[in-house]
């Protein structure tokens, strides 16, 4: 039955605010600005708020003890430092973490909420935090939960760098946090969340400058200052933005494979009729800084009876060849509804023996937190309230 918005009827606009949270220093500078600063003060407070925003983490304004209290009323009546709301919060029998964040967009208020997953993954030498980048996904991935999520919005850069200020400090990883007490944690004397990737939900590079602006962010020496060698994009193949990343970003590649023909990857990775495996592998060529020292890593889901031949496993190594690469052999992860079964361990470990005989680094990734659905191609939100039309429908109207 079709739904028919009243807009008239839409809350009524509320004011805007801009947060500070996904700002880099440009942005910083031009918001103080504003106040009618000097530019030798504008420089000090910009690394001021840097300071407190990404390497403190702090929420609240009253809490930024060097800037004048008259400055911080200011702040506070033009800017907001948004964090989301924990709807949930799930720990798995492996340690695993698995949060619902919803956020609410500050300069677009009228606006219903929305809710996007982001999981931790603790492992005695790293912790790795999956961060998304979008709220849904188009691209249909038929092996894929969250392809299941139609497309509601692309993430800002502040939400995306927000995912990981939540996750820290939900983790004890801020100055002075206490680290939670059940489940694994990196041995002491690591950071709690010693990795990012971007492989939660959506496509990265169908939100590229907002992905872009968050990794540098998350690299930024000063601030939360992950190495972009521990920082990982994850695409299914946007080729025209591969180059990009790799020059703008420096960060770590890797690519949704999940078949060796174009014939199978047309149906398990549908943006593959765009752009077929020819280009996507010339791309992978062609990436900046590509060496043994900076391999991409290729993923590969076990599909039983569809990719997991030793033909396949033959087929992937000659295709690969003269790429500097690492491939992550995923047991696919069930979800409701899915009309995949994971391969045989046997079969894993036959096609690992000839991944790992042509030269390649190949671990088969141990399945984590299957149990709260946060593994790899299980991440959904539950709250699917509106679809993309009918949000844009309520932009215009205000």
């Not at 009243?6 to 942005?27: C, E, F, N, W, Y």
């Not at 500050?106 to 929305?114: K, S």
Request: with cysteine; charged share 25%; aromatic share 6%.
């Amino acid at each position: 039955m079709a739904v028919t918005l009243d807009l008239a009827a839409a809350t009524p606009a509320v004011a805007k605010k801009q947060s500070l949270i996904g700002m880099d220093r440009v942005q910083l500078s031009e918001a103080l600005a504003s106040f009618g600063l000097t530019e030798k003060q504008i420089r000090m407070r910009v690394s001021q708020l840097w300071n407190w925003l990404y390497v403190n983490g702090v929420t609240d304004f009253d809490d930024m003890l060097n800037i004048s209290k008259g400055l911080r009323e200011q702040l506070k009546e033009k800017f907001v430092l948004n964090r989301p709301e924990i709807v949930s919060e799930q720990v798995s029998s492996d340690g695993t973490r698995k949060w619902l964040f919803r956020f609410t967009d500050p300069e677009q208020p009228n606006m219903p909420p929305v809710d996007v997953e982001t999981v931790y993954i603790p492992e005695e030498d790293r912790g790795t935090l999956c961060v998304s980048s979008q709220v849904g996904c188009t691209l249909t991935c038929t092996f894929c939960h969250t392809g299941t999520q139609k497309l509601v919005r692309n993430l800002t850069a502040g939400e995306i760098v927000s995912q990981v200020l939540m996750a820290r400090e939900r983790l004890g990883d801020f100055p002075g946090g206490t680290r939670p007490t059940d489940g694994v944690v990196p041995k002491k004397g690591l950071r709690t969340i010693t990795n990012v990737v971007m492989m939660g939900m959506g496509e990265p590079l169908y939100n590229y400058e907002h992905v872009k602006q968050a990794m540098l962010l998350m690299s930024d020496g000063e601030g939360i200052s992950l190495s972009k060698r521990r920082i990982t994009l994850s695409t299914s193949g946007v080729v025209p933005f591969i180059e990009k990343v790799g020059e703008e970003t420096g960060v770590m590649l890797a690519i949704s494979l999940h078949a060796v023909r174009d014939e199978l990857r047309d149906i398990l990775v549908p943006i593959n009729k765009k752009y077929p495996l020819e280009q996507l592998l010339q791309a992978c060529r062609d990436y900046p800084g590509l060496s043994n020292a900076k391999r991409i890593t290729f993923e590969y889901v076990m599909l039983k009876g569809i990719n997991d031949s030793i033909a396949d496993a033959k087929a992937l190594v000659k295709m690969l060849d003269g790429i500097p690469a690492k491939i992550n052999l995923i047991p696919f992860n069930p979800w409701p509804g899915s009309e995949y079964e994971c391969s045989s361990w046997a079969q894993i470990e036959k096609f690992a023996d000839v991944v790992n005989i042509a030269g390649y680094a190949s671990p088969v990734r141990t399945p984590r937190g299957r149990d709260i659905f946060a593994a790899c191609g299980q991440l959904k939100s539950e709250t699917e309230r509106m679809t993309k039309k009918d949000r844009d429908a309520i932009t215009a109207a205000h």
